[in-house]
């Protein structure tokens, strides 16, 4: 069989490659420490899970619109005007998929084609730069660095801009490094846009997991409601990774293109769960501020205890649910050390070039397990780095 040259150009997610990794070694009898998959560990509200039983009980186990039902588009609208300033989008703008990620896929194959540039930030979220190269388009990292909080700096994003600019695409609060761009950030990035009438994507799946401060949109500034690309889903802040439940908010003529890829490929998302996502939305709000609440301790036993480790200093991250401890002075690459933890420590954590060139020398650990776990993950850390 022959297959399209255009695969070569798909990457991959090594998270779930090290996952299915530390299963196995799990079915040899191993006991493994998870800190490798972007998951909270915390199980989906009651309340949503009701609403999925309920629907299923109905009868809604039918097609759908492609582009989602009515009250569910209606009740996204009204979140996204209601937690994002300077917003009024309409059911019209809204697109659901099933995830938030094929909304850069669609999002991307819709504007982006060969000899496009898209600049996305780099360590970041692989598929940006696995769709981006699938389209044919030529991805333009820009680096996300320690010494600026791995925000995205704007006058090296000027320089990076060319005449075959096309998208660029943001992430904030950001995978892998915890990093949240900050209002100057965001009202520079927008002037960039507006003068170079460039689409910007803004993946904003963590919004609500926010530690310090407040969440600002890049749809918030002047000129940007029609050039932005906002990708959000129920994977992270209501625990639903594996109901594949996600949106798009776009403008309503990128809405009809998206939702004819929807038709090419989906059909729609499972009627069920739309109306679960009613429910997540419309609901109450406490299982997600607990959540988040604990997903701070954890943040602060983990960095806490890899700055106690001699080699490895961390940086707080302000929002998501990652560290990115810098393992420079180690003396090994990423990909060495985190091989070096899985197969002798037990410990499941992702080599920073999982996330592009720029993520060597760093790590990435979901501080998703127990404290218990953390703690005794960076005493096991510290034993074994001592010994080798």
């Known amino acids: 069989m022959k297959f399209a040259e255009c ?17 196995a070694l799990e079915k040899e009898g191993r006991k493994i420490l998870h800190f490798e998959i972007g998951e909270t560990g915390f199980d989906t509200p009651k309340h949503i ?31 996204v005007n209601k937690s ?18 094929p909304i850069m896929f669609f999002g991307i194959i819709a504007c982006c084609e060969s000899g496009d540039e898209v600049i996305y930030p780099n360590p970041g979220f692989p598929i940006y730069e696995s769709v981006i190269s699938f389209v044919g388009a030529k ?13 995205m700096d704007i006058d090296e994003l000027k320089k990076l ?16 490094t915890g990093g949240v761009l900050i209002e100057a950030d965001l009202k520079g990035l927008a002037e960039v846009a507006v003068n170079n009438d460039i689409t910007v994507m803004s993946d904003e799946v963590y919004k609500e997991i926010l530690f310090e401060g407040e969440h600002k949109s890049i749809m918030s500034f002047d000129g940007m409601p ?10 992270k802040k209501f625990s639903m990774t594996g109901w594949r439940l996600g949106y798009g908010v776009v403008p309503v003529d990128l809405a009809r293109h998206i939702a004819k890829l929807m038709v090419n490929s989906n059909s729609c998302t499972a009627s069920f769960i739309q109306r679960a996502g009613v429910a997540a939305l419309k609901g109450p709000l406490d299982d997600l501020y607990d959540m988040v609440g604990q997903l701070k301790a954890r943040r602060d036993a983990i960095v806490d205890g890899l700055n106690s480790i001699d080699g490895i200093s961390c940086l707080r991250p302000k929002g998501a649910f990652y560290v990115f401890p810098n393992i420079k002075e180690l003396g090994i690459t990423s990909d060495e050390l985190e091989t070096f933890l899985l197969e002798k ?27 218990e776990n953390i703690d005794k993950a960076v005493q096991i850390i510290k034993n074994v780095l001592k010994e080798n």
């Open 7 to 23: 695969m070569n150009r798909l990457g991959e997610e090594t998270a779930f490659k090290v996952l299915a990794r530390a299963k």
């Open 49 to 79: 899970c009701e609403a999925a039983k309920q629907a299923i009980d109905e009868g809604y186990t039918h097609y759908e619109p492609s582009a989602g039902i009515m009250p569910f588009r209606e009740a996204i609208a009204e979140d």
């Open 84 to 101: 994002r300033e300077n917003v009024n989008v309409t059911p019209d703008n809204v697109v659901v998929t099933p995830g938030a990620k």
């Open 139 to 151: 991805a333009v990292p820009i680096p996300l660095r320690e010494e600026n909080e791995f925000r």
């Open 161 to 176: 801009i060319t005449s075959k600019t096309r998208m660029i695409i943001i992430n904030s609060p950001q995978n892998p």
């Open 226 to 235: 029609e050039r932005t690309i906002l990708i959000d889903g129920f994977s």
């Open 345 to 371: 420590a037990g410990i499941a954590a992702l080599a920073g070039t999982s996330f592009g060139i720029y993520g060597e020398g760093y790590l990435r650990f979901a501080c998703c397990n127990s404290i």
